[in-house]
């Protein structure tokens, strides 16, 4: 592909919008009031809106590899920060996906260079569930439940994280964990009970105002 055909492309939908709506873009540049933010891989075949059938401005969206939530990356952190504080989400979502890149890097004892400190992450979830994967025999099963596990290990990342356990207690925001399955298409709730485990946890990670 050329870059021309993205120009291309841009003004055969800007078209395709107004033919729609003629105050589509009036509408748009009003601003935005999502009710989800959508934590995901940043793996080209994985678009947010794609995937959940969502319109822009339905949905907020951080992506990064192997769809981490690291205490100390201030990009997540400001992403959360602002969904939660500022445009009020009602649901964090963390979606990983099947046959994820980074997740299957990680599983690979290797000198990955720059990547190392970031897959560090996922090899810290293997390391903590390490009797549970290391007694699947199948290692595309082993695999794939490892991208369950980092979704679900990111995501009480989430919870632990102040301005989230404001609003889960104080307006019952909800945090979930999801799994795209490329093969069929099917998102997949994990249907883990955050609620449970920020109760679990609070003797060490409750952040009080």
Not at 7 to 18: G, P, S, V
Not at 48 to 68: C, Q, S, T, Y
Not at 95 to 102: D, L, T, V
Request: hydrophobic share 40%; glycine share 6%; with cysteine.
């Amino acid at each position: 592909m050329e870059l021309k055909d993205i120009f291309d492309n841009n003004k055969k939908w800007i078209a395709t919008k107004l033919e729609e709506n003629p105050d589509y873009f009036e509408e748009l540049n009003k601003g935005q009031t999502p009710e989800i933010l959508y934590i995901g891989c940043s793996d080209s075949r994985v678009t947010a809106e794609d995937i959940m059938g969502l319109k822009p401005g339905e949905l907020f969206v951080h992506r990064n590899i192997a769809n981490i939530v690291n205490a100390i990356d201030m990009n997540a952190q400001s992403v959360i920060n602002y969904a939660v504080s500022k445009l009020k989400v009602k649901h964090i979502i963390v979606c990983g996906h099947y046959a994820c890149g980074g997740v299957k890097a990680a599983m690979v004892a290797k000198d990955l260079g720059i990547l190392n400190p970031w897959l560090r992450n996922i090899r810290d979830v293997y390391r903590h569930y390490n009797d549970e994967l290391n007694s699947i025999e199948d290692e595309q099963k082993r695999y794939d439940r490892l991208v369950e596990l980092n979704v679900k290990e990111q995501a009480i990342n989430v919870v632990k994280m102040a301005a989230v356990q404001k609003a889960m207690r104080g307006r019952g925001m909800q945090v979930h964990g999801w799994v795209f399955d490329m093969k069929n298409g099917n998102l997949i709730d994990l249907k883990i009970d955050f609620n449970a485990i920020l109760e679990e946890i609070m003797e060490i990670y409750r952040l009080e105002e």
